[in-house]
């Protein structure tokens, strides 16, 4: 694999801001966690369908969706440091009227509140990673995003010990949680303010390098739109595993809620590593390797996964979410060297479309389940990764280092 030197436009990496963003992104998705986890708690209180469900979901994961490439292109436009803990405030008041709303359409309402400060916060965060990384551009984009796969790994265990034995109202805890996050944003937007003063001085900041040779605005459109297939795939899979594969062990194996929980846990957890692992392999071996290998070896596995029995069922889950997470950090970066002039535009289209593929998949999931069972739903997705083999068609990369 070809090395492109770097000599004027990449510093050292920044490893407290690196570690900070990514401990952020772990409270801003954790407090997302609480949406899913909240399902067995919401179908039983308030007596919701799957398709309403679902719905929920949707209002969260679109809203969320619908801007991030709007906050991510005005970002590219004018970064607003303090945008982060700005939405971070929306994200507080939203999770405080989920754990209080006596209606559904108030459930609807505080979800949209939660999407909107997410999707404030994954442009600007992942371009305080971007800034903070130096040559290790996978490795800190790895750190940012294992934060968030970790806050949403921890949503079974806060399904399974605080809400189910809490109900609604126990979302109320997570307003600390919340309230910690803008406090620690404080501190890193200090810190972004003082780059972007730093960068008016020094003009060769601006200059930035693509591990990806020069393509054609035709060449970057197709690749880009393998892309959008791409995590397309992964995300309408993850979807499905996160939100309701609960109610197929439940149904198939006959585990209790709080079980079935712990198993879609581990999925997370294995994925939360596999997304941690992504960015460094990336950075050796290439991204383009790593995006088909995600998508390429648990193919198999997840179409065997419906049949297997419930023994077989923990290393399927494991071996999924580490496989399928791998790329997760890798498509953002690919994605920001594919067009290097829109860093924030970038990561918000390509973590938007992540919430919005999820938004809609939630929805066609919850309405196949109420349409044609849980099970035959669970098969149908099942085919999904198959969409991943299109990442044989991206352009190959090469590798970043700074000089001596």
Same mark, same amino acid.
């Given at each position: 694999m070809t090395t492109v030197k770097a000599t004027t436009t990449l510093g050292n990496p920044v490893y407290p801001i690196m570690f900070?963003?990514?401990?952020?992104?772990l409270l801003n998705d954790t407090l997302q966690a609480v949406i899913p986890a909240m399902f067995p708690v919401l179908e039983k209180e308030r007596g919701l369908s799957f398709t309403q469900l679902g719905f929920i979901f949707f209002a969260l994961n679109m809203v969320a969706s619908i801007l991030q490439p709007v906050v991510g292109y005005f970002s590219d436009r004018k970064p607003r440091p303090y945008a982060l803990p700005f939405g971070m405030v929306f994200s507080l008041v939203g999770i405080g009227g989920l754990a209080f709303a006596p209606e559904y359409w108030m459930i609807l309402v505080s979800v949209m509140l939660l999407g909107f400060g997410s999707a404030v916060f994954h442009p600007?965060?992942?371009?305080? *990673?971007?800034?903070?990384? @130096?040559?290790?551009? &996978?490795? !800190?984009? *790895?750190?940012?995003?294992? @934060?968030?796969?970790? &806050?949403? !790994?921890?949503?079974?265990?806060?399904?399974?010990?605080?809400l189910v034995p809490l109900g609604q109202k126990g979302a109320a805890l997570f307003m600390i949680v919340a309230a910690l996050a803008i406090f620690i944003l404080m501190k890193i937007s200090a810190w972004y303010k003082g780059q972007l003063e730093q960068e008016k001085l020094d003009k060769r900041k601006k200059v930035l390098l693509s591990s990806i040779g020069k393509l054609t605005t035709k060449q970057v459109g197709v690749a880009l739109t393998l892309l959008l297939l791409i995590i397309f795939a992964r995300s309408f899979y993850v979807t499905n595993i996160t939100s309701f594969y609960v109610f197929h062990l439940v149904e198939r194996y006959g585990l209790a809620v709080e079980?079935?929980?712990?198993?879609?846990?581990?999925?997370l957890a294995l994925g939360a590593v596999g997304t941690f692992f992504g960015g460094p392999l990336a950075d050796r071996m290439g991204r383009r390797n790593v995006i088909v290998l995600s998508l390429v070896v648990p193919m198999p596995l997840c179409l065997m996964l419906p049949y297997a029995p419930l023994w077989a069922v923990i290393v399927l889950?494991?071996?999924?979410?580490?496989?399928?997470?791998?790329s997760f950090s890798v498509t953002v970066v690919y994605a920001q060297e594919l067009v290097p002039s829109k860093i924030g535009t970038m990561?918000?289209?390509?973590?938007?479309l992540a919430f919005g593929m999820g938004a809609i998949g939630s929805v066609v999931i919850g309405m196949l389940m109420d349409q044609i069972g849980i099970y035959p739903t669970m098969i149908v997705v099942s085919f999904l990764p198959i969409i991943g083999?299109?990442?044989l068609g991206l352009p190959r990369d090469r590798k970043i280092?700074?000089?001596?």
């Open positions: 900070a963003i990514g401990g952020c992104h600007e965060g992942s371009r305080v *990673s971007f800034m903070a990384a @130096g040559p290790k551009r &996978g490795l !800190a984009q *790895s750190i940012f995003q294992v @934060g968030g796969n970790s &806050g949403q !790994a921890l949503a079974p265990l806060i399904g399974a010990f605080i079980d079935g929980l712990l198993y879609i846990f581990l999925f889950l494991m071996l999924i979410g580490f496989f399928i997470m791998l990561a918000g289209l390509t973590v938007g083999l299109v990442g280092t700074a000089a001596a």
